[in-house]
């Protein structure tokens, strides 16, 4: 799907991005960089971005405090929180920041943490 961030630098059509706050997204400059898209336009710092995200956005609600970039796992409640668990496999990565029942936004993308 695609979807509007903010352009943190200048940002070229076709360039990989990564989060670098909550809905916003600069380009990817190294291997290791946690990338969540490709954008469809090209973007001045400040400015809205088109991207494409690797995985759906969907909405949940926050059982803690969470960063944007953060991967979470679901608690027993059905809530989600931060993982820092090494092994743990991640299926959602927040999109942006919030505190404990707080709606969230995240993307559904697997990674190993």
């Given amino acids: 799907m695609n979807y509007a961030f903010t352009a943190s630098g200048n940002i070229e059509q076709g360039a990989v991005v990564k989060l670098v706050g909550d809905f916003t997204v600069s ?14 336009e090209s973007a001045n710092d400040g400015e809205n971005v088109l991207i494409r995200t690797f995985g759906d956005i969907v909405h949940g609600y926050a059982g803690g405090t969470i960063a944007a970039g953060d991967p979470v796992v679901p608690t027993t409640n059905g809530d989600v929180i931060t993982t820092t668990t090494s092994g743990d496999v991640a299926r959602l990565i927040a999109l942006e920041g919030a505190s404990a029942g707080e709606e969230i936004r995240l993307m559904v993308q697997t990674i190993t943490v």
Avoid: E, F
Wanted: charged share 15%.
């Fill in 27 to 40: 380009a990817a400059t190294a291997a290791a960089d946690k990338a969540i898209g490709i954008a469809l």
